[in-house]
Each structure stands twice: as structure tokens, then as C-alpha cells.
């Protein structure tokens, strides 16, 4: 039994996809007719393909749909209340873990300034809501962006995810 490729995102053409996992009954009466939901990891899209003979290892302990990149990006960030600065260690389009030495709370929003490789002016995250703490590490989801630098983060990501694949290769 062959197992399908991955399928490309109707929204933005790209084929950087990762298998979603099952969220609502309907996603696993889909399931039981070979129909799975899967997310770009550019530009969010969830969406549904026929994948007949494909078999998908329930994985527990990762439930997250984006994979996380291995990243070092200096950032500086902020809230109502501080600043503070630290670096990004992992990324996705959906949010980060950020290595920091500023005290931050679970359910903090903070706006970020993330300075991506090879790019002038940083890209900008207007809310990003702090998800886990834990020590000096701490996890955010990416919430809202100003116009086009949503964007320039998934142009940045595509770079990243296409020079770890030929590292791979």
C-alpha cells in the first residue's frame, strides 16, 4: 500500500503542509472515509484531502499544528507595564519560544520585534499572548500582525524550512 504525498494548500500554493490533527467529530467521522485536515504552515490554512492508504501514527505528546524551526533571532519586546529583551529559539507562524532573563506571567501580551536573518527593519508582532513559563523560557502565540509583517515571516519561513530541508538532503 503506497502512502500519498502530502498535498499542496489551495490558499497559497505552497507544499510545506503538515497533517492537522483531529479537533471536532466531523474531522473523525472524515477520518473513517480516508478524508484527513491538514495545515499550511505558512499561511494557516486548514483544510481537508482524500488520503487513501495513508496511515498517520497518533503522536500524544505533540499536539501543536506548526512545526517549531530551530532559530537564534535577537528580539525586544514589551507590555503595558515593561520592556525587556531576549532571543527567539524556536519558531513558527503561529508563535515562538523566547529565552529571556525579564520575569513574564502566563497570559501576558506583549508586542514583539523579532529581527529575522538577511532583513533590515524587524518584523513586528502587535499582540502575542504568553502561553508557558518556565524559568527563563517562555512560549508565545503569535496573535495579531501590522499590515505585511505576517508576511515577511512567512517568506522568512519558507527559507528557513527549504535550507533545513537541503541540510537534510
Known amino acids: 500500500m503506497s502512502v500519498t504525498s502530502e498535498p499542496i494548500c489551495p490558499k497559497c500554493q505552497t507544499d510545506l503542509v503538515k497533517r492537522s490533527r483531529r479537533a471536532s467529530l ?13 495545515r499550511c504552515q505558512l499561511c494557516s490554512h486548514r483544510f481537508y484531502r482524500k488520503q487513501k492508504g495513508a496511515k498517520y501514527k497518533r503522536i500524544v505528546d ?16 514589551s507590555s503595558k507595564t515593561f520592556n525587556g529583551q531576549g532571543s527567539v529559539r524556536e519558531i513558527s507562524i503561529a508563535g515562538c519560544s523566547l ?11 506583549l508586542r514583539i520585534e523579532l529581527q529575522l536573518p538577511n ?29 505585511g509583517d505576517k508576511e515577511r515571516l512567512q517568506h522568512c519561513l519558507a527559507e528557513l524550512i527549504s535550507n533545513n530541508s537541503s541540510l537534510k538532503a
Not at 26 to 38: A, K, R, T
Not at 99 to 109: A, K, N, Y
Open 26 to 38: 466531523i474531522d473523525y467521522l472524515m477520518s473513517s472515509f480516508s478524508v484527513y485536515p491538514f
Open 62 to 77: 505533540d499536539r501543536r499544528d506548526y512545526d517549531r524551526l530551530p532559530v537564534d533571532l535577537p528580539t525586544t519586546f
Open 99 to 109: 529565552r529571556t532573563d525579564t520575569p513574564l506571567e502566563v497570559g501576558d501580551i
Open 119 to 147: 532583513e533590515p527593519d524587524p518584523v513586528s508582532v502587535d499582540i502575542a499572548i504568553l502561553r508557558s513559563v518556565h524559568f527563563n523560557h517562555a512560549r508565545l502565540e503569535f496573535l495579531e500582525f501590522p499590515s
